[in-house]
Structures are given as structure tokens and as C-alpha cells.
């Protein structure tokens, strides 16, 4: 049935691990290309967009070793083959393989990524930024082939901020002959861990997490064991979940730090959050107030990736709430899913108008993507009575088990298969 079928109405108690990012953990996958020999890569997500990475790498003729939550992956036999268009096709995050095999092997021809249907995600910045380094690329209908006889350092200014354009451009320069210059750089954690990642290979990078980035071309990286970061979009969706719910849960590794505006706009709906050594504990005790204007943004703005979330639950808050989608325009595909829950949402283009109400009904919805999927499973958490999320598999593409983790918290959910 490739289902979630949720029991709602219960308050929430109870703690739960924040699982390893998915948004780091991919550019770093693809920058273990980079080096030449074995890296290991520790608390690495269960999800099926690693499985889609670990494929391509796979095709590429890289060795992976996995136990647990540790991949081992040595790349001394890569060569550029046919990567399976399947993976590529699913996953925006393959065009990140572009930079690190270019800088490898000089030579790719690949589809055009895939990925969330959540806009019309070009990737045009990308193939820009490479052109400046020395790559040649020949665009057909449904792909492109890209070559180079060496990639050289460049200064690109960006035209707009994008996290996966910084992600390959500095993926292409670590190894390019002379110095790169990334102004108007995207400085979400993911870059920083990164750019961590590459430094302990012995990459020379400055200005990771500031607006502009300068890297030192370098001849060679070099081994590498590295542990990925918590997942802050993953601790985001378990803190809406109690703002959906109400009660006291404790998100163990939840990255405060990076999480300011979401525990901002969550402490405005009155939930009561507080930093402890080794996590975020939420407690939700009274109705959730409404966010007269909730606004995404880049970074350290409020995540576009949790703007689904946060509307669930103030789908349930007490006035009006007004939130505007600034980076992605496909991003209120769950509203006409809350409708049949019983929500009041008015949707303009790029603005969504909700009116609280006080409970949702339980209802069969659809996912349509990864984030607003999760969405529906906190809107069934909350709702009365028995509600099923079908297409679970979207969000398998970033939450290692979201009905386990719940559960943890005391909502009755299981899978359906
Ligand atoms: C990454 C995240 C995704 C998050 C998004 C914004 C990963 C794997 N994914 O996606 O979860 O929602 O950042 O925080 O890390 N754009 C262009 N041309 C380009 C590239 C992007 O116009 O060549 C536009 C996009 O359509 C979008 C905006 O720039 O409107 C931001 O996109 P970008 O930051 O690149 O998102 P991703 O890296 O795809």
C-alpha cells in the first residue's frame, strides 16, 4: 500500500534521536569522489536518497562497505560509466556529482536531475559556474555532456542564492588550478559540514557560512573520517509535531544552534523550548497561537523545508496566520490534503491565508513530496481518528522511519504495505 496509517488525538511525551542530515550528508557523498582512497562517513541517514547516491557511486565504480549507520566507500577504481537514469531521474541532489567527477575524471554525460516536485528547480546557476572553470557543455533534450581538460579557479558572483550551485562550484574548486571566489554563497549548515568534510582532507577553504567563500586550489585530498551532523529539518518536523499535538517531547542531538527562526516562530505559537547539552526540549502545554506573518527564506532565515510543517500545526492555532513561500512555487501542494481534514487555508500563488480551527478529522490523504508528506503524517497525528498517508515512499527519501521516531512521542502510527 506504500501507506501510513495514523491513529491521532494523543498529547505527545516522550524523547526521540534526531537522525543524521540529509542535505549534508549527499554533497559529502559526492565529495568523497574527491579523494582518491577510502573515507569514512559515520552516522550516515538511512534513506532512500542515500540509497540513490551510494547507486550512482556504485555505478561509478566505487566500493561501498555499509554497517549500521557507517559507510565506508573507497573510490581508487572510479571510472565514468552510465549511471543508472532511475536515480539520477528521483534526485535533484545527483547533480552534485557533476563538480566532484569533473574535477575526477574530466568527462560526464548525465540526465537531467529529478528530485521534489516543489518548483521548477533549474540548474541553470550550476552549469554557469562550471563554463567559468574551464568546462564545455553540450545541452541536449534531455541531459548534457560536460567536459574539461582541467578545472581552473574562477570568481563567480551569484545571481541569486542557491545552496546546491555553492555546494558544486565548491565541489569543482577544491581541486581546480588557483583560487575560486563564491560572492553572494549560500550559508546553510550543510555548506559548513562540507566544507568540514573537504578541510579535514586537506581542502583549503575560507569563509564557509558567511556570504562569501574563497578556496585554494590544492593537488590532492587525502583520507578522511567524518561524522555527519543531526538533522535540522528532521528535529524541525518532531518539534512541529508537538505544536501540532501539544505536550512534552525531547529531541536528543537536535541542532540548536541552527535551528533559531523555527524555535522562534515556535516560541511565538507559545511553545515553551529550551537548550540542554545534548538536545532541545519542547513543551507545549496551552493552544497554539497563530503567526501573523510566517516568511521563508534563505538561510538563517526561516527553512522553506519545514514551511509545510508549520502549516499543519497552525492549521490548528488559535486566529489567522499568513505564510509566504519565497523560494520554492510549487511548496502548498498539501493544501487541498488539509482541506479534506477540515482546514481552512486560502492559497494566492506564492501566499497561504489559514484560519485555526479547534481539531482536524482524520482523512486518506495523498503525498505529493518528501516535506509535505511528512507534513500529512502531523496533520494525522493531531487529527481525530484514523487517518492514511499514501505514497510513504516520498518520505522515506529523508526520514530513516517516521512512524518509529513518532511513536516515540506516543503517536499511534505504522507503516502499510
Ligand atoms: C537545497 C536543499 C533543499 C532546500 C533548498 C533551499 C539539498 C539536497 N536540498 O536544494 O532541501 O529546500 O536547498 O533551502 O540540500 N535555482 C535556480 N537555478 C539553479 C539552482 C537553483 O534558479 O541553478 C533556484 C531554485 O529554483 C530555487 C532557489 O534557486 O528557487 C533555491 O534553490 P537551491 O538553494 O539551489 O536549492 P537546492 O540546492 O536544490
Same mark, same amino acid.
Given at each position: 500500500m506504500d501507506a501510513i496509517q495514523i491513529y491521532g488525538g494523543n498529547c505527545l511525551k516522550g524523547e526521540v534521536k534526531i537522525q543524521g542530515s540529509k542535505n549534508a550528508v549527499l554533497p559529502v557523498l559526492a565529495a568523497a569522489l574527491l579523494i582518491n582512497g577510502t573515507c569514512e562517513i559515520e552516522n550516515c541517514p538511512i534513506i532512500s536518497d542515500v540509497h540513490h547516491m551510494l547507486r550512482l557511486l556504485e555505478s561509478l565504480c566505487c566500493v561501498i562497505t555499509k554497517k549500521n549507520h557507517t559507510l565506508k566507500i573507497n573510490t581508487q577504481n572510479l571510472s565514468c560509466c552510465d549511471m543508472p537514469s532511475d536515480s539520477v531521474g528521483v534526485m535533484r541532489s545527483s547533480i552534485m556529482l557533476l563538480g566532484a567527477l569533473l574535477a575526477r575524471v574530466g568527462s560526464v554525460s548525465m540526465q537531467y536531475p529529478g528530485g521534489c516536485v516543489i518548483g521548477e528547480r533549474p540548474i541553470d546557476l550550476h552549469l554557469q559556474a562550471l563554463r567559468k572553470m574551464g568546462v564545455v557543455i553540450e545541452e541536449r533534450d534531455d541531459g548534457f555532456l560536460a567536459q574539461t581538460n582541467g578545472l581552473v579557479g574562477a570568481i563567480h558572483k551569484l545571481p541569486r542564492v542557491s545552496v546546491g550551485a555553492t555546494e558544486n562550484i565548491i565541489l569543482a574548486a577544491v581541486l581546480a588550478k588557483g583560487d575560486t571566489i563564491i560572492e553572494n554563497a549560500a550559508k546553510e549548515p550543510e555548506i559548513c559540514a562540507l566544507c568540514d568534510f573537504l578541510s579535514m582532507a586537506g581542502a583549503e577553504i575560507e569563509g564557509a557560512g558567511t556570504d562569501r567563500i574563497l578556496i585554494h586550489g590544492v593537488e590532492k585530498l587525502h583520507e578522511v573520517s567524518y561524522k555527519v551532523p543531526a538533522d535540522r529539518i528532521v528535529a524541525g518536523t518532531y518539534l512541529c509535531a508537538c505544536l501540532c499535538c501539544g505536550g512534552e517531547i525531547f529531541l536528543n542531538e537536535a541542532p540548536y544552534e541552527q535551528m533559531e527562526a523555527v524555535i522562534d516562530a515556535a516560541s511565538h505559537m507559545g511553545a515553551d523550548i529550551e537548550k540542554s547539552t545534548d538536545g532541545i526540549k519542547v513543551a507545549c502545554l496551552e493552544r497554539r497561537k497563530a503567526l501573523p506573518e510566517l516568511c521563508t527564506e534563505i538561510y538563517p532565515g526561516f527553512p522553506?523545508?519545514?514551511?509545510? !510543517?508549520?502549516?499543519? =500545526?497552525?492549521?490548528? &492555532?488559535? #486566529?489567522?496566520?499568513?505564510?509566504?513561500?519565497?523560494?520554492?512555487?510549487?511548496?502548498?501542494?498539501?493544501?487541498?490534503?488539509?482541506?479534506?481534514?477540515?482546514?481552512?487555508?486560502?492559497?494566492?500563488?506564492?501566499?497561504?491565508?489559514?484560519?485555526?480551527?479547534?481539531?482536524?478529522?482524520?482523512?486518506?490523504?495523498?503525498?505529493?513530496?518528501?516535506?509535505?508528506?511528512? !507534513?500529512?503524517?502531523? =496533520?494525522?497525528?493531531? &487529527?481525530? #481518528?484514523k487517518t492514511i498517508v499514501y505514497n510513504r515512499h516520498f518520505i522515506e527519501r529523508g526520514y530513516e522511519d517516521i512512524c518509529s521516531d513518532l511513536r516515540k512521542l506516543g503517536v499511534r502510527c505504522e507503516v502499510v504495505d
Open positions: 522553506t523545508d519545514l514551511q509545510s !510543517a508549520f502549516l499543519t =500545526a497552525l492549521t490548528l &492555532a488559535e #486566529g489567522k496566520s499568513v505564510i509566504k513561500e519565497e523560494i520554492f512555487e510549487n511548496r502548498f501542494r498539501i493544501v487541498p490534503e488539509l482541506r479534506k481534514m477540515g482546514a481552512i487555508i486560502s492559497c494566492d500563488g506564492h501566499t497561504a491565508v489559514v484560519e485555526g480551527q479547534k481539531k482536524l478529522n482524520g482523512a486518506i490523504l495523498d503525498a505529493n513530496e518528501l516535506r509535505g508528506g511528512a !507534513a500529512l503524517v502531523l =496533520a494525522g497525528s493531531a &487529527a481525530d #481518528g
